[in-house]
């Protein structure tokens, strides 16, 4: 029966036991992790506030990678809310991702604006490594939470929810330059209390449901996908605009206003879906018959005999007796095959370079002379793209898995290739390059996230898929840390000197250590297109490795133990 004729009206003394229902039901559940993953792109804002920490406390480029590299290890060790969440209930990782959040980049803020002593550098690194390690709680919270509520969809949710990141930081963006202005001190204030407020406001809703047959489930996340397209495509509009034309603040405020609707429209949509369920659990259903099986008893001795206890064994004995790939792994079974070291290399090398990339777009537009406001329009673009990037891999990965059995690491193979070009563009730039790399590395990372986490789900299983999750992307602040601090960071100040000596200065002779020109990264964005090739190369080895298995129907399990509403 089509929805148009099952979402008539609720009758008054309806309403109440409705609401009670939308509010406990995993649409409502599924909105709340929109609107919580919509907050965690703080990370992607540190190319935005990275130059105050460095102007204010006196930091060369190095020491600012460091930090760099310390937020990348925070955002991606999320083994520990794994852990956490195999134990405890969801609210009380969300609540916990909430302290962190507020915590960490409150201390950043006391800092940089000195109302407090100015830290060490190793303390500012713990600060910014505890407030970015709550993206883990919230990730760890929504989005493994609604992957195990809507299995059969996982591609299309981790595109969703990760999209929903991906779009946070131009989100924070509008929000903070209609509530601050053009501050950047006060971008790090928002970004510690907003999140925290998010995850507190829905920290009851959000909870592990067993998975329904829900009607026309595909045509409702592409809805979902079209809401959050307007949105993207909106803010786009505004980012351009406000690189031609200078925004009042009472323009700000509009353009917010339009932003926060359009965040939550799926709310419209969640409601309508609900009020499906509600009407066809309304409708009488004749009784099943009852039918009695008589079971065979069991004769001593019998060496047929099927014994239905299975006996627990240590997870150390099951190490190396790994089930088949898409059953459930334990923990150590999945760390130890080569399936998940292949994922790692190609983890390694792609997000590795991404997150160095990422991390220092803000400094590379600066030394290729573009000025501040062009410089925001960038990291906007970037943040954006990394939306777009996201939704496309986890909706056509998932369509090409359904449809054509296409394997779901061929997409990373392809993703990887692509971030080489936008990497190859910044290194040997022409007038207008920046605007496009600054699109592709967008792209290429927000793609690179769904796919890794999807992958694992499917390989390993959902049992332990809180812990799993985390662990996928465990080598990517070791990337960071040696591409972005020990490269990068360590070419960019080299560069700086050799300008220095050649206009007869020394570093004493200068508060902050700034490198002008084609030259500054051109050598370390060559290294990482290189790098990142290699793990295209890693991903398409994991592409023969399971291709037998994609060929296989692997949602069958998932659609057999659905419940029909």
């Given at each position: 029966?089509?929805s148009?004729?099952m979402t008539?009206?609720?009758?008054?003394e309806?309403?109440l036991?409705?609401t009670?229902?939308?509010l406990?039901?995993?649409w409502?559940?599924?909105?709340a992790?929109?609107?919580?993953?919509?907050?965690?792109?703080a990370?992607?804002l540190?190319?935005t506030?990275?130059?105050?920490?460095?102007?204010?406390?006196d930091y060369d480029?190095?020491?600012?990678n460091l930090?760099?590299?310390?937020?990348d290890?925070g955002a991606?060790?999320?083994?520990?809310s794994?852990?956490?969440?195999?134990?405890t209930?969801t609210w009380?990782?969300?609540?916990?991702?909430a302290?962190?959040?507020f915590?960490?980049y409150?201390?950043i803020?006391?800092a940089v604006?000195?109302r407090?002593a100015?830290?060490?550098?190793?303390?500012?690194?713990?600060y910014?490594c505890?407030?970015?390690?709550?993206?883990n709680?919230?990730?760890t919270?929504a989005?493994?939470?609604s992957?195990?509520?809507?299995?059969?969809s996982?591609?299309?949710?981790?595109g969703?929810l990760k999209?929903?990141?991906?779009?946070s930081?131009?989100v924070?963006?509008?929000?903070y330059?209609?509530?601050?202005g053009?501050?950047s001190?006060?971008l790090i204030?928002?970004?510690?209390?907003?999140?925290?407020?998010?995850?507190?406001?829905f920290?009851y809703?959000?909870r592990?449901?067993?998975?329904?047959?829900?009607?026309?489930?595909?045509?409702?996340?592409y809805?979902f996908?079209?809401?959050?397209?307007?949105?993207?495509?909106?803010?786009l509009?505004?980012?351009?605009?406000?690189?031609?034309?200078?925004?009042s603040?009472?323009?700000?405020?509009?353009?917010?206003?339009?932003v926060c609707?359009?965040?939550?429209?799926?709310?419209?949509?969640?409601?309508?879906?609900?009020?499906l369920?509600?009407?066809i659990?309304?409708?009488?259903?004749?009784?099943p018959?009852?039918?009695t099986?008589?079971?065979?008893?069991?004769?001593?001795?019998?060496?047929n005999?099927?014994?239905?206890?299975k006996?627990?064994?240590?997870?150390?004995?099951?190490i190396?007796?790994k089930p088949?790939r898409g059953?459930?792994?334990t923990i150590?079974q999945a760390?130890t095959?080569?399936d998940?070291?292949?994922?790692?290399?190609?983890?390694?090398c792609g997000l590795?370079a991404?997150?160095?990339?990422?991390?220092?777009?803000?400094?590379?537009?600066?030394?290729l002379g573009?000025?501040?406001k062009?410089?925001?329009s960038?990291?906007?673009?970037?943040?954006?793209?990394n939306?777009?990037g996201r939704v496309?891999?986890?909706?056509?990965s998932e369509?090409?898995?359904v449809k054509?059995?296409?394997?779901?690491p061929l997409?990373?193979t392809?993703?990887?290739?692509?971030?080489?070009?936008?990497?190859?563009?910044?290194?040997?730039p022409?007038p207008g390059?920046?605007?496009?790399?600054?699109?592709?590395i967008g792209?290429?990372?927000g793609?690179?996230?769904?796919?890794?986490f999807?992958?694992?789900?499917?390989?390993?299983g959902?049992?332990y898929?809180?812990?799993?999750?985390?662990c996928g992307?465990?080598?990517?602040?070791?990337?960071?840390?040696?591409?972005n601090?020990?490269?990068t960071?360590?070419?960019?100040d080299?560069?700086?000197l050799?300008?220095?000596?050649?206009?007869?200065?020394?570093?004493?002779?200068?508060k902050?250590?700034?490198?002008i020109?084609?030259?500054?990264?051109?050598?370390?964005?060559?290294?990482?297109?290189?790098?990142t090739?290699?793990?295209?190369l890693?991903?398409?080895v994991?592409v023969l490795r399971t291709?037998k298995?994609y060929?296989?129907d692997?949602?069958k399990?998932?659609?057999?133990?659905a419940?029909?509403?």
């Amino acid at each position: 029966m089509g929805s148009l004729t099952m979402t008539r009206g609720l009758k008054a003394e309806e309403l109440l036991p409705f609401t009670v229902q939308f509010l406990r039901g995993r649409w409502f559940a599924l909105f709340a992790s929109f609107m919580i993953m919509a907050g965690t792109g703080a990370t992607y804002l540190f190319g935005t506030y990275s130059k105050e920490i460095k102007a204010t406390l006196d930091y060369d480029q190095t020491t600012l990678n460091l930090l760099g590299f310390s937020k990348d290890l925070g955002a991606n060790i999320g083994v520990f809310s794994g852990l956490i969440a195999e134990v405890t209930p969801t609210w009380f990782v969300l609540l916990l991702g909430a302290a962190f959040n507020f915590g960490g980049y409150f201390m950043i803020w006391l800092a940089v604006t000195g109302r407090i002593a100015k830290p060490k550098v190793w303390q500012m690194c713990v600060y910014i490594c505890i407030g970015a390690n709550s993206q883990n709680f919230a990730n760890t919270g929504a989005l493994i939470t609604s992957v195990k509520n809507f299995p059969e969809s996982r591609g299309s949710m981790l595109g969703l929810l990760k999209g929903f990141t991906g779009l946070s930081g131009a989100v924070m963006t509008q929000i903070y330059l209609a509530v601050y202005g053009n501050d950047s001190k006060s971008l790090i204030l928002l970004i510690g209390w907003l999140p925290a407020a998010i995850s507190v406001i829905f920290v009851y809703t959000i909870r592990t449901m067993k998975p329904v047959k829900h009607p026309n489930e595909v045509n409702v996340l592409y809805q979902f996908l079209g809401a959050s397209v307007v949105l993207a495509v909106f803010l786009l509009a505004v980012t351009l605009a406000e690189k031609l034309v200078t925004f009042s603040r009472a323009a700000f405020a509009g353009v917010t206003t339009v932003v926060c609707f359009l965040v939550f429209s799926p709310l419209f949509i969640c409601i309508r879906e609900e009020l499906l369920v509600w009407n066809i659990q309304k409708q009488p259903t004749d009784p099943p018959s009852e039918i009695t099986v008589e079971r065979p008893t069991a004769q001593v001795g019998d060496p047929n005999q099927v014994d239905d206890e299975k006996v627990v064994k240590s997870c150390f004995l099951t190490i190396f007796d790994k089930p088949k790939r898409g059953e459930d792994y334990t923990i150590l079974q999945a760390l130890t095959s080569v399936d998940m070291w292949v994922l790692f290399l190609s983890t390694f090398c792609g997000l590795g370079a991404s997150l160095t990339a990422v991390d220092n777009l803000g400094q590379i537009g600066e030394s290729l002379g573009y000025p501040n406001k062009t410089v925001t329009s960038f990291i906007s673009l970037l943040s954006i793209w990394n939306f777009f990037g996201r939704v496309f891999s986890g909706f056509v990965s998932e369509t090409l898995i359904v449809k054509y059995k296409v394997p779901r690491p061929l997409m990373m193979t392809m993703v990887l290739l692509l971030a080489c070009i936008g990497y190859l563009l910044v290194a040997f730039p022409v007038p207008g390059s920046l605007y496009a790399a600054s699109i592709i590395i967008g792209f290429s990372f927000g793609a690179q996230y769904p796919l890794i986490f999807a992958i694992i789900s499917e390989l390993f299983g959902l049992k332990y898929y809180s812990t799993l999750f985390n662990c996928g992307q465990l080598v990517s602040p070791l990337g960071s840390y040696i591409f972005n601090v020990r490269l990068t960071g360590f070419l960019y100040d080299r560069e700086a000197l050799k300008d220095l000596a050649k206009k007869g200065l020394t570093r004493s002779s200068v508060k902050a250590l700034t490198c002008i020109g084609v030259h500054c990264y051109r050598s370390s964005l060559i290294i990482l297109a290189t790098v990142t090739f290699f793990g295209a190369l890693s991903s398409l080895v994991l592409v023969l490795r399971t291709r037998k298995y994609y060929r296989s129907d692997i949602y069958k399990k998932y659609r057999e133990n659905a419940e029909s509403l």
